[in-house]
């Protein structure tokens, strides 16, 4: 009757062992760290990077307890805090000589303490909130006339083709800061470029500009227009902000508009600040544009004259210059997927872009009327251009899919899909603030929202032994194999714990030991009815399942909601409480009640159980004593 099968003790042995191990990276603390990884794209970080980072800190004499690389940095760790600033001094003038243009980012960290042996079991301790632990804190200006120049770059492409579909045969369209300028060389001319803005272009005003014996008309975007671009930029820089955060795997990020301009981005808890600086930082955008072949443009990529007036220069990789031209065809904006791959023919690395359907129509056009020269695709990261590759084209590409190849390896090849994949910013962004910050309710409130949980937890288990006798043993063991549990599914997750967290785990618990309180007040009255020990053991715990499930579903559901509508702390509050539930529900009926039938199972003439005073309700006598 109160037998468990041998597979059902497994499965508490194994989640006994598996909560253990998952909740114990918590208690071994964290340590200081100096974190280096690369600063731009064209820049890898590898294990000459260590040498390089070990003969620094040999420099200064400063000692690290352990330098080692991982990923796409290294990790340098220190015993004190004062080492870890010294060895960031050091490391910040070894590798960025020119302070203005860091080829490295240097960054302060916190590296979890956690033993070799269960890092490589993938056991990892929770990361704690702003409110907690800190963690860090960005300020972003969007530069928002590079939007409006942006903005007008695509509207002059749209302009030069409805001009040529129209037939307007214009002495030339080009964009001159965020104005457009359309010459003609008549007022017919003229007249038939002014009714195709007015007619397609609602975004722009066209003014008449004579300029000696030509004619020329300038279309301005419209200041209604301006504002809505701007408004634009804003919202999909943070949504493009929200995309890198997720591809950090960054838990509950504050991303907030603030002012007209700027954009606030708080990580709390986070464990790899110089990633985060990384990602954010890097503002890559892409566009298309073709490559000058001029005369006077190749003779500019030698070295041997100005670039042509239309034109620019930008590098590849390899340093060798390329003059393209500053129409552009295509942006980030038009990209809708990007994914590391090879090239099917070459084998090298390369990407691979899918376009939207706008995106798709420009490319066949360009690529079908401009087969036989080269189309250079550009990567801007921090406002410097980069040309990734420069190829010929050489039939007409339709479809929606083109393919980045060229010098680059598979790394640069991850790297360039990540940056294009987690969303084109629709405006530069420069982090004019940053700061790592402290907790924000200080040292003294942390002590106390972890006593709360301590003393709560120690109350609970004294009332329990008392009342319940070696019945409130079992509860209270249970309870404590539920926090277990509780801590190492939040670990697991890597879910980041707040303040609000804290009190919903004290709640958890509160919930949890009154699933036990239950299950045992049904045990007493089945006792009280005259019931033998190992009927009421059975009979409670059966009768006793279907309220706990009633309350803990509803508490449940409640949960959900919050998660579902709520944000930051808030649903920190509710992840916490919804996990915290379903432990509860796995603990305090299926771990303690093997817990009890282990102890009182084997004894088949069973007298008495340890469950307290059973008192009669009629006159309070009692009718059992505990053992």
């Known amino acids: 009757m109160n037998r468990y099968p041998h597979w059902k003790y497994l499965i508490i042995a194994v989640a006994l062992v598996i909560g253990a191990v998952y909740a114990l990276p918590n208690l071994f603390g964290e340590s200081p760290a100096v974190q280096v990884s690369a600063g731009r794209a064209s820049v890898r970080v ?198 890198r955060i997720n591809e950090l795997g960054v838990a509950e990020p504050v991303i907030q508009q603030q002012g007209l301009d700027r954009i606030v981005v708080q990580l709390p808890g986070v464990q790899d600040t110089a990633k985060a600086k990384d990602i954010l930082g890097r503002t890559a955008t892409l566009e298309v544009r073709l490559v000058d072949e001029s005369s006077e443009g190749l003779a500019a990529e030698r070295g041997n004259g100005a670039v042509p007036f239309g034109s620019e220069r930008y590098p590849e990789r390899s340093g060798r210059a390329v003059i393209v031209k500053r129409d552009v065809l295509l942006t980030g904006e038009n990209l809708t997927d990007a994914q590391a791959g090879f090239d099917s023919q070459t084998q090298e690395a390369a990407v691979h872009l899918t376009l939207d359907a706008k995106g798709s129509r420009i490319f066949r056009d360009v690529t079908r009327e401009n087969v036989g020269k080269r189309m250079a695709i550009i990567l801007f990261e921090k406002g410097r251009g980069e040309v990734v590759t420069a190829p010929v084209i050489r039939t007409e590409i339709g479809g929606g899919r083109v393919q980045i190849s ?32 402290g907790p924000s309710l200080g040292a003294e409130n942390i002590a106390k929202g972890f006593n709360s949980v301590i003393w709560g937890f120690a109350v609970i288990v004294l009332f329990m ?142 007298k008495t159980v340890s469950i307290g005073t059973v008192w009669r309700p009629d006159n309070n006598t009692p009718v059992a004593k505990a053992d």
């Open 406 to 437: 060229g010098a680059m390896t598979t790394m640069e090849a991850s790297d360039t899909a990540l940056l294009l994949r987690a969303g084109s910013l629709a405006a530069p962004m420069e982090i004019i603030e940053e700061r790592t910050i």
């Open 46 to 243: 590898d294990t000459t990077t260590v040498t390089r980072v070990e003969q620094a800190l040999a420099a200064q004499g400063v000692n690290a307890s352990l330098i080692q690389f991982e990923g796409n940095s290294v990790k340098a760790r220190f015993e004190t805090t004062d080492d870890q600033i010294k060895a960031r001094d050091a490391l910040e003038r070894a590798l960025n000589p020119d302070a203005a243009n860091p080829s490295y980012v240097v960054a302060l960290n916190l590296l979890p303490r956690t033993p070799a042996w269960l890092a490589s079991l993938g056991a990892s301790p929770m990361y704690l909130g702003l409110d907690l632990r800190g963690g860090v804190h960005f300020m972003l200006q969007v530069d928002m006339q590079a939007a409006l120049q942006r903005r007008a770059d695509v509207l002059t492409g749209d302009l030069r083709t409805a001009l040529r579909e129209k037939s307007v045969r214009h002495g030339g369209v080009s964009r001159n800061g965020q104005t457009i300028e359309v010459r003609a060389r008549d007022a017919q001319t003229l007249d038939a470029a002014r009714a195709v803005i007015q007619d397609r272009f609602a975004d722009l005003e066209a003014v008449d500009r004579p300029d000696g014996t030509e004619y020329r008309l300038v279309a301005s975007i419209r200041p209604e227009a301006a504002r809505r671009v701007q408004e634009q930029a804003l919202k999909q820089n943070i949504t493009t902000l929200h995309n």
């Open 465 to 606: 032994c008392v009342y319940y006798m070696l019945f409130g043993v079992f509860s209270s063991l249970a309870l404590g194999f539920n926090l277990v549990l509780l801590v190492a599914v939040l670990s697991m997750l890597q879910a980041t714990l707040t303040l609000p967290g804290i009190a919903a785990m004290a709640l958890a618990l509160g919930m949890a030991i009154d699933s036990n309180v239950l299950i045992n007040e049904r045990v007493r009255e089945e006792l009280r009815r005259g019931a033998s020990p190992q009927t009421a053991i059975n009979a409670g715990y059966d009768q006793a399942w279907g309220t706990i499930l009633d309350s803990n579903i509803t508490t449940l559901i409640a949960g959900v909601a919050l998660l579902a509508f709520g944000s930051g702390p808030v649903r920190g509050f509710a992840v916490v409480h919804c996990i915290g539930i379903l432990t509860s529900m796995f603990s305090s009926v299926f771990f303690s009640r093997g817990v009890v039938n282990f102890w009182y199972g084997r004894q088949k003439k069973l």
